[in-house]
């Protein structure tokens, strides 16, 4: 085995076992959670067998988001999200996330790199995790893999996995399909920014990474994500401590209009591709 085969397997490894802490599901009643996390074998066989045949793969990531943000927000974000999405589905249930993602060079650092705490692992890894998950899937029973991400830089993985594993089924006459939907990021970033400015908020304090937009969504989360001291005490929040954007004004109330985009654009999105197979 090469060198760059033993690496990918430990980061495959990695990546599958160490979930963050902040991204464990809140507990439910015994075997009626949409997080695959909190079900048994023989649940999960069940709920497929009476149904429950889509399963969403949310990705995260672990990267700095300024001083006021914790490293995790991506992952908790589209965990929360994913959960709600599924729930309005009624038919899907919510794999791990995937908190380990490509996040540029590591040596020379390049990007959020320079920050401590971002995590990169090189893009065939990640594809490679991305497909051993929907393949693994498929062999359970689930008959629509879908693949939302909460970070913009790796949404053309998401689609050249769903692309690779759809040709190949479709020649196996397979059913199951994998589903890149890129609404989920678009919503987040097109929609919510749309509804910022009418609440008044300048481009300029939008962002484009951990300024207002990206805040406020952490915030309307779980407000524990953000250091809302950092806000308003006088602290740097420019380029050189990671933020693009001024999220001085960022609020939950602001957030939450966000989340309900993202979570109603995926869910017609799913519905939509879907349908077309």
Same mark, same amino acid.
């Given at each position: 085995?090469?060198?760059?085969?033993?690496?990918?397997?430990?980061? *495959?490894?990695?990546?599958?076992?160490?979930?963050?802490?902040?991204?464990?599901?809140?507990?439910?009643?015994?075997?009626?959670?949409?997080? *695959?996390?909190?079900?048994?074998?023989?649940?999960?066989?069940?709920?497929?067998?009476?149904?429950?045949?889509?399963?969403?793969?949310? #990705?995260?990531?672990?990267?700095?988001?300024?001083?006021?943000?914790?490293?995790?927000?991506?992952?908790?974000?589209?965990? #929360?999200?994913?959960?709600?999405?599924?729930?309005?589905?009624?038919?899907?249930?919510?794999?791990?996330?995937?908190?380990?993602?490509?996040?540029?060079?590591?040596?020379?650092?390049?990007? =959020?790199?320079?920050?401590?705490?971002?995590?990169?692992?090189?893009?065939?890894?990640?594809?490679?995790?991305?497909?051993?998950?929907?393949?693994?899937?498929?062999?359970?029973?689930?008959?629509?893999?879908?693949?939302?991400?909460?970070?913009?830089?790796?949404?053309?993985? *998401?689609?050249? #996995?769903?692309?690779?594993?759809?040709?190949?089924?479709?020649?196996?006459?397979?059913?199951?399909?994998? =589903?890149?939907?890129?609404?989920?990021?678009?919503?987040?970033?097109?929609?919510?920014?749309?509804?910022?400015?009418?609440?008044?908020?300048?481009?300029?304090?939008?962002?484009? =990474?951990?300024?207002?937009?990206?805040?406020?969504?952490?915030?309307?989360?779980?407000?524990?994500? #953000?250091?809302?001291?950092?806000?308003?005490?006088?602290?740097?929040?420019?380029?050189?401590?990671?933020?693009?954007?001024?999220?001085?004004?960022?609020?939950?109330?602001?957030?939450?209009?966000?989340?309900?985009?993202?979570?109603?654009?995926?869910?017609?999105?799913?519905?939509?591709?879907?349908?077309? =197979?």
């Amino acid at each position: 085995m090469s060198a760059v085969s033993r690496w990918l397997l430990a980061a *495959l490894a990695c990546i599958a076992l160490c979930q963050p802490a902040l991204c464990q599901p809140a507990s439910t009643a015994p075997g009626k959670s949409v997080f *695959l996390e909190q079900l048994t074998w023989s649940e999960l066989r069940d709920a497929i067998g009476a149904g429950k045949t889509t399963v969403i793969v949310p #990705v995260g990531g672990t990267e700095q988001s300024g001083p006021q943000i914790v490293l995790g927000k991506h992952n908790v974000r589209v965990h #929360v999200l994913a959960g709600r999405i599924a729930a309005s589905l009624g038919n899907a249930l919510v794999a791990p996330v995937i908190a380990y993602v490509p996040e540029g060079s590591i040596d020379p650092p390049t990007g =959020h790199m320079r920050f401590a705490g971002t995590i990169s692992i090189p893009e065939a890894a990640f594809e490679a995790t991305l497909e051993g998950a929907a393949r693994s899937f498929r062999r359970h029973g689930f008959r629509d893999i879908v693949l939302i991400g909460d970070h913009g830089g790796y949404q053309k993985s *998401l689609a050249k #996995v769903a692309d690779k594993l759809d040709r190949e089924w479709a020649r196996q006459g397979s059913p199951a399909r994998v =589903h890149a939907v890129e609404e989920y990021y678009r919503a987040s970033e097109r929609e919510f920014a749309a509804a910022l400015r009418k609440l008044g908020f300048s481009d300029a304090e939008i962002g484009v =990474h951990a300024g207002a937009a990206d805040t406020s969504l952490a915030l309307a989360v779980d407000e524990q994500l #953000v250091r809302s001291a950092r806000l308003h005490d006088g602290s740097p929040l420019g380029a050189a401590e990671g933020v693009q954007g001024d999220p001085r004004r960022a609020s939950a109330a602001a957030g939450k209009a966000g989340l309900d985009a993202i979570v109603a654009r995926t869910r017609e999105a799913i519905e939509r591709d879907i349908a077309r =197979h």
